[in-house]
């Protein structure tokens, strides 16, 4: 199957969020795409702990300091770089990872975890 359109790689800047739904595994999932220190990083919009989405309010994934990812339903706290959550309930999980390329500044899912 074809790799799926994303986004513009300039939709992303740094360090900031987007959410979209794009297929991975053969089914439509949240999806969002973080950018930092000029990487971007896809991940399944699916908290470790609940399966919330990570936006509870919609397009907030950051703590108020903007450094980490936050879970909006019970607070975990995410690395944006690994998606390790590094505190509350599911200290020690990982967000999932999606597999992506960029192609002439385009993102596109290639359909599966990077795992
Ligand atoms: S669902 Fe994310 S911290 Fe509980």
Known sequence: MADEH?????DIGEMEARGY???VDGMQRNIFAVRQDGALHLYLN???HAGALLDHIQGQFFTPDGGFLR????????RIESGECIDGPCEGAKLTPLAFEERAG???LTGTTAE
């Open 106 to 108: 385009e993102i596109y």
């Open 21 to 23: 739904v794009g297929r």
């Open 46 to 48: 699916r908290c470790p």
């Open 6 to 10: 994303i986004c513009a790689a300039d």
């Open 71 to 78: 879970c909006g339903m019970h607070g975990a706290i995410f």
